[in-house]
C-alpha cells in the first residue's frame, strides 16, 4: 500500500517535468493522474467479483507484477499516449491489490481486532504521503521523472518479495452466487455508504489537488515551506489511522464517523483564517489530514459489517467510491476556482462534508433497522417456545 499510495500522490510532484518531456501543458499531463484513479475506480468492483476464486496470495503478487511492469512501461513511455496507457495499466494492479489486501487483513484476525488490522493496511497509504511522495518528488528532481516512475517499480517489486517470502496462507472465502455477489448494489445500505467515501474524499481532495493554492499565504510560494505542510499531513493521517482502527473496535464506526466529519468539518469553514499564517495552517493541516485520513477505516469497517462474505467485492467498490470522490474533487475545484474564486474552496469542501455526514447517519439508521429485524426474526421462535 505504501507503494500504491506512492505512485498515485507523487504525480503531483513531476507533473511539471512531464508536461515538458512530452510537450504538452500541465492539464494535459494531469490526465495521467485521472486515468489512474478511473482506472482503479472501475475495475476494483470487477476484479473482486472475477477472482473471488483466485488464491488470495497469488492476486496479491499478481497486482504487483502488474503493477511494477506498468510503472517501468510509463518510464519507458516515448509518447504521453503511451504514458496514458501505462497509466490505466498501473491503475489495474491497484484494483488487483488493495482491496484484496484490506479483505485478507481483516480476514485473518478475530471481529474485535477487524479495525486495527484494516488501520495497519491503510497506514501504507498514509505513511507514503509523509514519506514517499516526498522522496519520489526529490529523485525526480535530482535526475527525471522517468527515475521516479523506476523508484516507484522497485517499491513494488520490494513488496512482492515480501508478500512471497512472509505471508502466509490466506483463507479463501465461502463461494458465492453471481446473483449475491451483484445484490449489495441494491442494497441502501451499500448504497449509503459508498456515497459517504464519495461525499467525503470529494471534499479531503477538494483541498489537498490545490493546497497549493489553499495555503499560498501561508507558505509565501516558498515550494520548501509547502512540502513540509505535506509532510505534516500525511504524518497526521499515519497516525491518527493507526488510533482510529482501536478507537472502531471499541464504541462502533458512526460514533467514530460523526465525530470526524465534525471535526473535518470545522477545520474547512476556518480555513479561510487558518490558512493565512504558517502558524495556524499548521494545527488546521494536522486536523484535517487526520481525521480526514481516519475516515477510510469505519467505513472499511461499516461496508464489512454489513455482508462480511464478500468483502472484497465491497471493499473494491469503497475503493472506486473514493477514487471517483478524488476524480470529482479536481473537477469541482477547478470551476469552484474558475466561477468563484480561490477562497471558495474551503467552502465547497464543507459543503461535501456536511452531504456524507448526512449520508453516513442514512447509513446508520438503515443498517441498525435491518440488524433489529434480523433479531426479533430470530428471537422470535425462541420466545414461542419458551413461552409454550
Known sequence: ??????????????????ANTFH???????????????????????????ASHVNRKGLLLSGLAVFVVANLCTAMAPSLAWALAARALAGLGAAMFSPTAA?????????????????????????????????????????????????????????GIGVLAFLAHIPMLP??????????????????TLSVSFLFFSAAFTVYTYFSVVFARATGGNPNLLAGLLVVWGAAGTVANLMTGRLVDSIGSRKVLLALMTIVLADFLLLPLTSSSLWTAVPAILIWGGCGWAVMVPQQHRLLSIAPPIAPLLLGLNNSAVSLGTTAAGIAGALGVRFLGEGSLSAIAA???????????????RIGSVDSKRANFRSGPLRKQGGA
Open 175 to 192: 463461494p458465492v452466487s453471481l446473483a449475491k455477489r451483484l445484490a449489495p448494489l441494491a442494497d441502501s445500505r451499500v448504497g449509503y
Open 24 to 50: 504538452v501543458g500541465i492539464g494535459a499531463a494531469g490526465q495521467m493522474t485521472t486515468v489512474y484513479a478511473v482506472s482503479v475506480a472501475l475495475l476494483a468492483p470487477v476484479v473482486a467479483a472475477l
Open 103 to 159: 479483505g485478507a487483513a481483516a480476514s485473518i484476525v478475530p471481529p474485535e481486532r477487524r479495525g486495527f488490522a484494516l488501520s495497519v493496511v491503510l497506514a501504507g497509504m498514509t505513511i507514503s504521503t509523509a514519506v514517499g511522495a516526498p522522496i519520489g518528488t526529490v529523485i525526480g528532481g535530482l535526475g527525471d521523472w522517468r527515475w521516479t516512475m523506476a523508484f516507484v517499480a522497485a517499491l513494488a517489486g520490494a513488496s
Open 1 to 18: 500500500m505504501f507503494a500504491l499510495g506512492t505512485d498515485t500522490f507523487v504525480m503531483a510532484g513531476v507533473l511539471a517535468q512531464i
Open 351 to 365: 459543503t461535501f462534508v456536511v452531504a456524507a455526514m448526512i449520508a453516513s447517519e442514512l447509513a446508520a439508521k
